[in-house]
Each structure stands twice: as structure tokens, then as C-alpha cells.
């Protein structure tokens, strides 16, 4: 796709509303983790520390990450934790407004 991976791209109009959603942060409710490694090499781990998500530490490089198993327990353990809290909401019950 020509001009995809220009700095036209990147600071244009046609990535205005993402770099804005991004600037915003996640939605209210929306649970979210930062997982980051200080061995990193690529990206500062300090980058890596989203306000509001849960901040999980674990030993590995940049590429690495993605054959992590600590990585891969984390975001297990995160989505089965968002889908009790999600399931526990669905049942709460209604404050009467009375």
C-alpha cells in the first residue's frame, strides 16, 4: 500500500483520530495490562507504564516476548480475570431508584 509507512501517514490526516483515541486512554470499565520487561532493548520499560492497567514485570527481550510462556500466563490470566469481573457485573442486580 503506497505511503503506508510514510511520515505523511504518520503525522496526516488519515491517523489523526487514532493518535487522538490513543491520547485518550482506555474506556471506563475497560480493564487493561502493561506487560514490560527492564531487559527490553528496544523499548524503554518506563514507556511501558500505562496509567489505570495492571503493570506486570517479566524477564524477556523485545522479540522475545511473543515465545514468552510468561508472557503468554499473563494475558491468560488477565482475560479470565476480566471475564469473572464481566460475568460477576452481568449479574449484579439493579439498584431500585425508589
Known amino acids: 500500500m503506497p505511503g503506508l509507512f510514510t511520515r505523511a501517514c504518520l503525522a496526516g ?6 493518535w487522538e483515541e490513543l491520547q ?3 474506556p471506563r470499565g475497560v480493564g ?3 506487560i514490560y520487561s527492564r ?3 528496544v523499548v524503554s520499560w518506563r514507556a511501558c507504564l500505562a496509567p ?3 503493570l506486570v514485570e517479566v524477564q524477556s527481550s523485545h522479540c522475545g ?3 514468552n510462556a510468561d508472557v503468554y500466563r ?3 490470566n488477565s482475560l479470565a ?3 469473572r469481573r464481566d460475568a460477576r457485573r452481568a449479574v449484579t442486580p439493579l439498584r431500585s431508584a425508589a
Open 13 to 18: 490526516d488519515c491517523c489523526a483520530s487514532f
Open 24 to 26: 485518550a486512554g482506555m
Open 32 to 34: 487493561h495490562v502493561a
Open 39 to 41: 531487559s527490553d532493548g
Open 52 to 54: 489505570g492497567a495492571e
Open 65 to 67: 516476548m511473543a515465545l
Open 74 to 76: 499473563v494475558v491468560a
Open 81 to 83: 480475570a476480566f471475564r
